[in-house]
């Protein structure tokens, strides 16, 4: 480490460390060919705050370079993706990835954060790796699996009753997007998140506005989404997801009785603008031409 | 015979007692799977989880994660139709501890046919890791508790409610993969579960007093489905297969011992009784019987086509038996 990331303040390390995922997710859209880049963009400062700052989590208890995949889930076979989140332990947070495409802005993540090495991404999306493009298990940083969407947030309440009745101190903090919103299972969850008024789960939503066939407001309209969550009877609160401080405040709001959700409005070309242009189908972004590639090489290195 | 009554729900709360990992889900139908004790006696590890069966099964999934087993009650259909895709993703994907009692299978109810869990088993058996249970008796309900917790994976279980015959002595308690054989024969081999093996018991009486020799054997385990004792029954047997089960045709017990026939190289008729590919409606249990070809006269019909014979058995006779406890070893014993 260099003199200055030790003298950085927290705010300065996040920032860098969400700089990183974005530079890591655009790198790695030219290198593959395709990767979902708008996610990684628009969620960076959120999984950044998570990690360097929001998230009580302990050091990885994974390889650096994760094994090749390993099996689907059996007896005897443990899984590794959660043990890049630290150890389970009572006082310790838990993070759920409940949007599984955000995979690779995950990886990025444990790559800023020290939890999985730079090289572990050449594998990402390659034949028989375990750092797989949407991921389930036994991908680096998920502990779910989660890639049919709405699942994560009544699978959270499961893990969040338990600790309950375990009397666990640790929180479970739960990573959506908002297209999950769609989803009525996501609203049977908060019903029952308030009902049994699990107050240990915490929830930061990516408000992108942008599913696969365009904008959510055109797609299937999701808003008012702060007024339909206090409706549930969670404790909402609104925050600009590119804000590092206001995305961290917000964890730390008072929410006794009932779930926490932190809806985070984003941009999904944040700290790429080149991307403005192909606005707004950007579900999943794959280059077009020898001409285009090289221009968002050049814009990668001037990140 | 005897008739028990609220069987799953004395049960459960006995052995539910020294195993505080076991917490009941319940969806909103507290009293009619038979879970109303349970709450009663252990409120803190009785959790409603309301008429929302997706968020039901995957909070499972969450909590089995953590440690406990969920019991998830509700009527069949609400978790296999409603949330199929959270079973699979939340729960048998993972391969989690989670138990699921479907009540009402097949035509147990009048409710009609958005209550009429008909092809549970069917669905249930492509999922990988799933573990399919289905009771026939009081017997077996009281037993298959224990057969589903020493799983390391996911249960469903076809379960029972309110009045149940005890058609197999108490102390001899349901097993993991090994079907009951009540009967062993020469002629025909017939597979049956659930509340058909007690539908079938009266037509196998006047049968075997007609001389016709049976292999009767009742089934409590769907998946994994191979048992070897019932492979060999299979092919013990020179004229027929018969398969009799209160689900359709596709996918059930049927298909079931058709592949294991095939897999064993057994080839003699396979006549299925069940639902022959339909959906069914509202009405008794014993007139939805009758209407579907789930009762003795048509098990009775059956045989004698597969053995080109006539028994002059008609239905008066039938209803004229009176059953009593089915042993297996006391079965093999007067063979």
Known sequence: ?303 | MEILTQVHEKNLVAWAKDRPEVVVFSGDLTGSTEIGLFKQHYPDRFFSLGMAEQNMMSFAGGMARDGFTPFVHTFAVFMYRRALDQIEMSIAYPNLRVRMFGFLPGILTPGGVSHQAINDVGVLRTLPNMTILETGDATDVESVLDVAQAVDGPVYVRMLRKDIPRLFPAAERMQLGRSRILSRGTDIALVTAGICTEEALRATTLLAAKGVSISHIHVTTHKPFDDPALAQQLASVKRGVITMENHTTVGGLGTEVAEMMTEHGIGIPLTRLGLRDTYAHGASREYLMKEYGLDAISLVRATERVLDQRFNINEEDLAGVRLSQFSGEMQLEAL
């Open chain 1, 1 to 303: 480490m260099s003199s200055s990331t030790q003298t950085e303040t927290w705010v300065e390390r996040a920032t860098r460390v969400a700089r990183g995922i974005r530079r890591r997710a655009l790198q790695l859209t030219i290198e593959k060919n395709g990767c979902y880049l708008s996610q990684a963009l628009s969620s960076a400062d959120i999984l950044a705050v998570l990690y360097t700052r929001v998230l009580n989590i302990g050091p990885s208890q994974a390889p650096l370079k994760p094994p090749p995949f390993a099996g689907v889930p059996r007896p005897g076979l443990h899984h590794l993706g959660a043990d890049y989140n630290g150890p389970r332990a009572p006082q310790y947070d838990r993070l759920l990835l409940s949007a599984a495409h955000y995979a690779v802005a995950v990886y990025a993540a444990l790559v800023e954060t020290g939890r999985l090495a730079p090289e572990a991404l050449a594998d990402f999306n390659a034949d028989g790796s375990s750092v797989e493009m949407i991921g389930a298990e036994h991908s680096p940083g998920m502990e779910l699996t989660t890639g049919s969407f709405g699942q994560a947030l009544s699978q959270a309440g499961g893990v969040a009753l338990a600790r309950r009745l375990k009397q666990e101190s640790g929180k479970v903090w739960v990573f959506m997007s908002d297209g999950e919103c769609e989803e009525g299972q996501t609203w049977e969850a908060v019903q029952a998140l308030a009902h049994h008024r699990l107050d240990n789960v915490g929830v930061y939503i990516d408000v992108n506005g942008q599913q696969v066939d365009g904008l959510t407001s055109e797609v299937m309209n999701i808003e008012p989404l702060a007024d339909r969550f206090t409706a549930f009877g969670a404790t909402v609160v609104t925050v600009d997801g590119h804000d590092i401080e206001a995305l961290e405040r917000a964890a730390r709001t008072r929410h006794a009785g009932t779930p926490l959700v932190i809806l985070c409005y984003t941009n999904t070309a944040c700290g790429v603008d080149l991307l403005e242009e192909r606005k707004p189908n950007l579900h999943y972004v794959r280059f077009k031409s020898e001409a285009e590639v090289n221009r968002y090489r050049d814009y990668l290195r001037k990140m």
